[in-house]
DNA sequence: ACTCATCAGTAGTAT
DNA sequence: ACTACTGATGAGTAA
């Protein structure tokens, strides 16, 4: 699918309200042509698919030149490094001269801390490798990429995870099946030995992360001292487990994840070992973020593991906590994560790089039930970006509670009531603020007169809720599987290139998991103003990945009666070809069989699938949230075609699904899928319309 | 709201 | 090779 060619760009712009959004782009660039108009469109399907190769041809062209830049960047990357390696050399050099020797303890209440000479030129010396260690440096080209390799890597972990889910889930049913049978049996015969129903749930994301280890994904593998490339203060990680996928921090259990004696023989030679790199605070300075510059964190051990949690034995300086002395003596500065409850997500917590802290001064003490504690104050290194309560806002659920504490409100419910949640609308922009006009909200497809749906589809014949794979027809249609997991009220395991739901014409309620996508809006979303780009959408609830946002809603039309004349860019070409080449979001998709055989017609038919699709969806004149939703080239929506009343591709509906855990706030885009010089004006030149987006890698075109 | 068993990698030690 | 250590997680239970 593809947002369609804008139609004709035509000098009668569309009321402010209405069309503006992409319009006043051009506007501002003046780079709004003044042509009309018709007919130019469809500049023959054949030249447009020719346009789109030559587009594609330059587009990899383009990419090659980045990568050979890229390889020079490394280049440049890899001269630095092999400088400051002649300087660790130097180093080395000295410190063979001195002679590496085992350190005087220092006593456990160092007021002042006492450091000997050696200590000190030590201390020295590893903030010196420190600071080139750090990843406090300017971002460069390297750098770039890493935010977008971090990216992949928790969308890879999350993927993992949903099919994790989807396992155990079915392992769980047929555990409960087997259990009630042999619960049943045990009544007539008595003793039969238990089926594999090992009723309880397993741990997807730590099967998740495992699953990671085991192919050599994790982004990290090594640990290291300082900032981590991609991952800038302020990041939200939504488990443990994922940061251990990320290679961030190291244990889903422990709070410290420190460096052990292996690492003294590499490059961290000058350290002493065990060094910490990163803490997780758990929550329990929820209450006093205010003081989130200076904290005291207490050490790991001597807890009793189950039950009240209460201390059950002294701590002793070891391990974690001998870690973290030593980057008292050495100035090592340590990653500071904190966990927040977070009430308004599925998740339950979240995580947030706080950033980089340095150990103040540490002691010992009698805690709360006489046991000794080792307690270590830590202070926020200067110049790093401010705490800013936007980042955690939700985790304390500081998204307006009601309409009165909504700034710029300029609508209450955009769709008057039709949708389960209300949609307000901001505008913080424009002055006097407007609310969005000129078109009618509509929460269900409204189908052009010409067009008759099919309701072909057979329908499965179970009851209730469909739950058994291999005796639903439905679930069959999807490669023998439900294609979503009951967690967090459905999540879609995967972008395929179709998902088959359940229909009307199915026996099961519609709390089926396998319609997932039907039961309307779960997200309290809100539509704002936006200086550049428009109107945008954004959610005050957390959507996890896989997580179904809306649909694309509007008219129901066949391309070739679309009206040419006037401006549209809120056509949406039911395209599923163009989906399952991997638009956006995910990029391989899951084929299964059904789909298979769909896919070989169209092969058969190669000018088909080459050419302008039939159907379009037209949200211009009447539409849902949807037509909100602007484009980003790293998008956080991916589009899913989705079969329910009938089968026929042709016609699929649209869905938007979430491609990643995305937090309250994030502005929900998706890729319009726009090849780059594929639209065309009436005078045949190429059209061109710059993107907003302000991704790292945008293309900086629209098309 | 509270309880509880489980989960699995890491560091360090013993072999 | 083996073990101690660690506390998040989600299902189950009780209220």
């Known amino acids: 699918m593809v947002l369609q060619s804008p139609h004709s760009l035509q000098s009668s712009a569309p009321t402010p309200a209405n069309g503006a959004k992409r319009v006043k782009i051009q506007a501002e660039n003046g780079a709004a042509p003044k042509d009309n108009v018709a007919g130019q469109r469809r500049v023959s399907a054949r030249l447009q698919a020719a346009a789109k190769r030559k587009a594609e041809k330059k587009e990899l062209l383009a990419k090659r030149k980045l990568e050979l830049l890229g390889e020079d960047g490394g280049r440049s990357a890899r001269k630095l490094s092999a400088e400051t390696n002649k300087v660790k050399q130097k180093l080395k050099l000295q410190h063979a001269q001195t002679g590496i020797q085992q350190l005087p303890e220092i006593p456990f209440h160092p007021a002042e801390p006492k450091v000997s000479k050696k200590v000190a030129k030590m201390v020295e010396r590893a903030a010196k490798i420190a600071e080139g260690l750090d990843g406090t440096t300017t971002p460069n080209v390297a750098e770039k990429s890493a935010h977008i390799k971090v990216k992949e890597t928790v969308r890879l972990f999350n993927k993992h995870y949903l099919h994790l889910v989807q396992e155990e889930e079915k392992r769980c049913r047929a555990g409960k099946v087997a259990k009630k049978a042999a619960r049943a049996n045990k009544a007539r015969k008595g003793n039969v030995p238990d089926a594999d129903g090992k009723g309880r749930a397993k741990r997807p994301d730590l099967k998740a992360m495992t699953k990671m280890m085991e192919r050599k994904e994790v982004l990290y593998p090594q640990k290291r001292i300082g900032n981590i490339p991609g991952i800038d203060v302020g990041h939200q990680f939504y488990s443990r487990a994922e940061m251990v996928a990320v290679g961030f921090h190291s244990h889903w259990l422990s709070g410290i994840d420190y460096m052990g004696q292996s690492y003294g023989k590499g490059e961290y030679k000058h350290y002493k070992f065990p060094l910490a790199v990163a803490i997780v605070l758990s929550g329990m300075y929820e209450d006093d973020l205010d003081n989130a510059e200076d904290v005291v964190y207490t050490g790991e051990g001597g807890h009793a593991l189950t039950g009240n949690k209460r201390q059950i034995r002294d701590q002793v300086l070891k391990r974690g906590n001998l870690a973290l002395k030593n980057c008292y003596d050495l100035g090592v500065t340590i990653r500071v ?308 009343a009938h089968q026929d591709i042709k016609l699929a509906r649209v869905v938007l699904f979430a491609a990643d855990n995305i937090p309250p706030l994030q502005e929900l885009t998706y890729d319009y899928g726009y090849a780059l010089d594929s639209v065309h004006g009436p005078d045949g030149k190429v059209k061109v319309m710059l993107c907003f987006c302000g991704a790292e890698g945008c293309r900086k075109r629209l098309f």
């Open 337 to 644: 994560v904190r966990g927040h409850e977070c009430t308004s997500s599925y998740s339950g917590k979240i995580y947030t790089y706080d950033g980089l802290y340095k150990v103040e001064k540490y002691w010992a003490e009698k805690g709360l039930s006489g046991f000794t504690v080792f307690k270590y104050r830590l202070r926020r290194l200067e110049g790093q970006p401010t705490l800013t309560t936007s980042q955690v806002q939700f985790a304390h659920g500081r998204v307006p509670q009601c309409t009165s504490e909504i700034r710029g409100l300029v609508c209450e419910d955009i769709s008057g009531g039709q949708e389960n949640v209300p949609i307000p609308a901001t505008n913080m922009v424009d002055d006097p603020p407007v609310a969005p006009t000129g078109y009618e909200y509509c929460k269900s497809m409204k189908v052009a007169r010409n067009i008759e749906l099919p309701a072909n589809a057979a329908g499965c014949s179970c009851e209730g809720l469909c739950w058994d794979p291999k005796t639903c027809s439905c679930a069959k249609l999807n490669g023998s599987d439900f294609p979503y997991v009951h967690r967090d009220g459905g999540r879609l395991v995967e972008a395929k290139h179709v998902v088959f739901e359940c229909g009307p014409n199915c026996g099961c309620s519609p709390e089926c998991v396998n319609r997932t996508s039907q039961s309307g809006l779960k997200y309290r979303l809100e539509v704002f103003r936006t200086p550049k780009k428009g109107w945008a959408v954004r959610s005050w609830d957390f959507i996890p990945a896989g997580a179904p946002v809306c649909e694309y809603i509007g008219l129901l039309t066949r391309t070739e009666d679309l009206d040419s004349v006037s401006e549209n860019n809120y056509i949406f070409d039911i395209d599923c070809l163009q989906t399952m080449r991997g638009l956006g979001g995910r990029a391989s998709r899951q084929q299964d069989a059904s789909v298979s055989m769909i896919q070989k017609v169209d092969k058969n038919d190669e000018q088909r699938s080459e050419s302008v699709p039939e159907f379009c969806i037209d949200a211009a004149s009447i539409g849902n949230v949807a037509r909100f939703i602007n484009h980003s080239c790293e998008p956080n929506l991916f589009i899913q075609c989705v079969l329910s």
